[in-house]
């Protein structure tokens, strides 16, 4: 008899899973469905490709997010670790083109993949050695990476040199088969985001240690070094973040990534991954920083508010989506 | 008291498996655990019983290493050990199924059972092998569960069968069960004494912790005793009987377990619910309580009792055609609407839905029952502390300090903190889920006495319990639920474990073959 | 009178963005050299991120110093006037900068640029050059004092003419934001005349993205503030961007300079500097061009 | 032997629990005596008095933020919220000022308070009905209250009516037996928050709900109106710190009040509330309040670190300040 009740309930719950997980994709498609409605111009091949090329930034730091919020940890830094890297990386490959020519710029990828790196470890180590609330610690680290990137500056702007700009251009605005660059970059690190989060014994412990840490350390998981790992993910996502940005603009300031850390968090909560951890949509994230990628551009498009009240329509729309979203999860 | 221990440390050949000497424990100025010398050996089935609070948890948390011991020394085959964590406890071949429920709720059951010992190929984990030797663990315990269900959904009982499961994983030469029967039915019991003979027959040594101490008799090859946080003895099973053993707990001559049966009350029901429906009808059903009344709920577990008063007090989405209370009729059903016309829930659950853990007596105590201990707006400290210091007496809850947190209680304690919480809102109406769970028999008789004394008082229980002779024992009318319909109404004579069980389990023919020996 | 100490106290918005970076340099060049040139002189500079903030920074500053001077460029007059009528009522010299208070009679020196003038100008440029017809579109700051001055000028030029606004929003003087508006100014606007950045940070990104989209038909991309990179543009006689106006941070310096000279013993200088804003040409680009400022 | 250690333990539990209770004190204890090292000047009755006034709006505002991290909740709209209420009282104000006199100043302020506890009602329902995340819906709320306030001020600013000044000026500016207002008014509403935390009913119930809200589900706890009482009093919180803010600055522009959630939330959790919720310290945020108030004026003093390196600074004491704590606690 029980066994009637037990097969029978498991489908049910198969099937609201899946609406749950879709959640996201769909608010995406009626966003873009309204986008459409409401300006001609939205589904031009070129703004779709601007949006998504855009997009990017926030969905490739935005899978690291994934992770440090599937293991119940939170990152304000990384709109200023973003800079941070930027500078770092600009100044290397500036120092490094006299030798090196074109070549400065791998080897600048490769400081930048390495400093970003450090720089989640730091946030990681401090959170988990000094048993520190990770809300407070990357605050802390946000004011000190966005001074540092300040100084770097001395307050204006740092730009590559002149000589890597062409070389470097097509790394934002180059294409293979017509897709983006940034594009594949996103792809490439969302599989892999992924991957290690659904097929490797990593990513089963971030879980574990996101769901419940004191059943993850009971059953043997490091629960410290998982966690420290999920931010070393995150410092690499912004350093591959950071070498897509600076083809774009060739530059650093110190408004550089300011306030990304809110955008991304909404990304990923949007996209599904809960906040308190244990659960986490790496597509979803995609979706989510697409969704508030395309819903920027519609306002633009769409003449209908005030540009004083744009934010507040952003604000509300982010809103809403949450709200459908819960509709559709919990029918 | 005229026993004297037929089986102290000493007399076998080989070197135990498990040996302490002297082991105390400490939590800050509170010793839990005083100067335990006990030796486990291979191939037996080494029961450990006592009253709640007694430290038979601690004791097993030492030996497992999840906790660490403030005094004493562990060998294992005549060497020395000292764990510092459970993972180096495990790895010793020592594994301990906790009594509460300690599981990742977000992962799947094969993700929970490999966790932190995940296999791969490569570098992809091999979730088809792992899931395999799940079904095949799940299978040996009688789970119906699959290795693919997410943890949380489950029910509790599943939930314990999973941290059995995890157990029985790998070999081990030493297995702890921290009451793993509480939570279960009884063809699930029979299943897992089934599991426990045949790891007895490969050598493991296993530890049982259980309340229910005709498992105990009917497994056991030694029994140790423990009181008040000291060692009483050991003792060979077969020198002992059940109430031989109860009186080895609690140090005194036990009075009757069941009260006299009262009177059968004819007035109008105080509770009266007319096709209640939950879960879009999944579970549904109507039912009624007369004041003075005891009516039992039984049932196999998963059958929907709790899910069907969750539904009544508006704990989870539900719709009634009508429910009437104490003569006023009820809307719909909503927790503050029913507790406010006097109908209270004790829930099962009492780690995730019953107590705060961090918090103390206090908060706890008398947070159901807020607007009644303090009047005004303000907090009544002296009434709380008042209502402390007779919750203790009356519930006989076993503290050696008041400012304890209720997780730092002892299981059956927390359980007794849960009564008294919900009897401070003076119900009319009281419905308890599983009220002896995890209770040891001393108690159990107060409980029981206490669920008697409050039907006598005119007021209507309802008891949900897995438990047969407790439902035989004290109610009136028992409701048999099977697959979220009431299948029977049993009174007088008819109330039988034999007619509860063949009501809750008749129908299909798979259950025929499970049914117990 | 060499012997006598003074504190001159400088207090200027964080470095939050290039503009305010070039202020934070020029003020912090201005104290090294007059801490050099008057040893007996203190120059205290003290940023704020806020106007709170900077009242904050007032209040300490007074309390904790005998404030002979204070210099100070406010984040908005409206706000700051209360407080720096509260240090001048110590007898302190005030010196305001760019943005002047409220009540005049509190500030003994005024240097101000002129935020107006800046819109103003650069709208009276492009409509010269558009022949008075045409569709622009124009990309607004944060939301402060600066930027509504700056968007008032403008628009009150472009109002007289036939030019058709076709869209004015925030990107928060931010190359990227304001990289992401052009792109969706290009893809809702087939046809676009001339775009106003009101700032050369902003500028940068607008051009990125006109150069991505190709987009030839744009003949004029304007900013203002006299940027370093933007001036060198204009040294080269870029055709889309050959103008810029200046707005140069370096008015703290002058602001310095000048209330130093008070104490250094000069003749003590009092009244009210309005640098205007003219049009930085490939011509007097030089004038206008600090290789070693940041900005 | 483990009678000794009955003997011996109390005394290290009691001392226990008053050390991390007194964490935050100590170290604003120890920041003071920094200061005091490093500037002569920072000791001045003056400067002392002018510190711990300006602390007062973060500390008001924290008393309300910390009802709500204690119910496990989130408030990343206080700052754009705080500029809203002040818009809408400067407006209030300067529209009865001809028909009310100075009477203008006292019913201003009831309207504020009126409206901060609505904003606060606004995000504690969309929050509790539409079973949202806090951290998204304070987001989106903030996009919107920001958006008004720009909107209200034409993106420039809002100034209070000349003739109000010198009436309105001493809420902030003057002071009774030598204690300035803010202060008397941050002890009053510390004073009846500790009250209403530490001895009400439903101060029991915030901390039930942040603990364990199934827990007070299932005790028959509205965990709902809990929660949402919980924004109103941050709300209103809110509105009392606005009503000390415009006598100071008397305008308000579109830049009023940001990133200041940040610092509430930080002067909540270093004052050893939990973010998780659960536990609340309504004292221990009025220091923390003060601490970050003396971080900034010690750094505004000491002319030691480069202007971009602020924020750093103060980020790394930040991070030092709740290590030192976690140290003193776990001791
Ligand atoms: N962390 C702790 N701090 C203080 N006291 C504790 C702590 N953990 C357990 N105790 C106390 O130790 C005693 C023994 O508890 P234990 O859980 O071992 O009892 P038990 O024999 O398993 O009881 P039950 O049958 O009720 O499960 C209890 O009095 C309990 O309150
Ligand atoms: N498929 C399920 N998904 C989620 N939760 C479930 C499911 N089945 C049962 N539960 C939960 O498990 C608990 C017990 O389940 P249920 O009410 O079905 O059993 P019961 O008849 O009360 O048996 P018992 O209490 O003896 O376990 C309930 O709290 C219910 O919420
Ligand atoms: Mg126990
Ligand atoms: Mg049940």
Redesign the interface.
Known sequence: MSSAEIAVLPEREGFKIRWGDLAPFIALAVIVLLGTLINSNFMSANNILNVITRSAFIAIIGVGATFVVATGGLDLSIGSMLAFVVGIMILAMNALVPSLGAWAIPVGALVALVVGSLCGLMNGLIITVGRIEPFIVTLGTMGIFRAFITYMTDGGSLSIDRSLRTAYRPVYFGDLFGIPFPVLITLVIAFLGAFILYRTKYGRRVTAVGSNSDVARFSGVHVGRVRTMAFVIQGFCVAVAAICYVPRLGAATPTTGQLWELQVITAVVIGGTLLRGGKAHIWGTVAGALMLEVIANVMVLSDMVSEYLVAAVQGAIIIIAMLAHRFTSSR | MTFAPTDAAGGAQEPPVLRTEDLSKAYGPITVLSDVTLEIRAGEVHAIIGENGAGKSTLMKLLSGHATPTGGTMSMFGKPVAFADAVQAEDAGIVLVHQEILLAPDLTVAQNLFLGRELSRGFAVDDRTMNRRTAEVLARVGSLARPTFRVGDMPLAQQQLVQIARALLDDRKVVILDEPTAMLTNDEVDALLGIVRSLRAQGVAVLYISHRLEEVEALADRVTVLRDGKMIGTWSAQALDQRQMAELMVGRELSMLYPPKREATTSEPVLRVEDLSVEHGRISGSFSVRPGEVLGIGGMIGAGRTEMIEGLMGLRPAQARAISLNGKSVAKPDVNAMMAAGLVYLTEDRKGKGLLLNEGLGPNLTLQALDLVNPGLRLDRKREGRSIQSAVREYDIRVRTLSIQAGQLSGGNQQKLLLAKVMLAEPSVVIIDEPTRGIDIGNKSQIYRFIDDLARAGKACVVISSELPELVGLSDRVLVMRSGRFVAELTGEDITEQNIVYAAASSGDDTEGRKHA | AQDKEFTIAVSIP?????W???V??HA?EAEKQIEAAYPNIDV????A?????Q???L???S???ELDALVILP?????????VEQVASNGTFITVVDRGL?DPSIQDLYVAGDNIAVGANTAKWLVEKLGGKGEIVVL?G????I??ER?QGFKEVIDQSDIKIL????A?????EA???M???L??YPHIDAVWANDD?ML??VL?AVD??GREEIKYALGGNGM??VIEMVKAGDERTPISTPYPPSMIASALYMTAAQFAGQAPMRGSFKLDAPLITPENADQFYFPG???
């Not at chain 3, 944060?142 to 004092?145: A, K, N, R």
């Not at chain 3, 928060?172 to 990227?176: H, I, K, L, M």
């Open positions: 964080a470095a939050t963005h290039g305010t970076g070039g934070v340099y912090q205290i500079v003290s940023t991120s806020s106007a709170t903030a009242v904050s920074s209040e300490d500053l309390a904790t110093n984040f908005t007059s409206e706000e700051l006037t209360g407080p409220t607004r944060i939301p402060t004092v930027d509504d968007i869209d004015m929003q925030y928060n003087w931010n190359q990227d990289f992401t508006l792109q969706d100014y893809a809702q940070d940068l990104g990125e991505q989209a370093k990179q400022s940041p900005f």
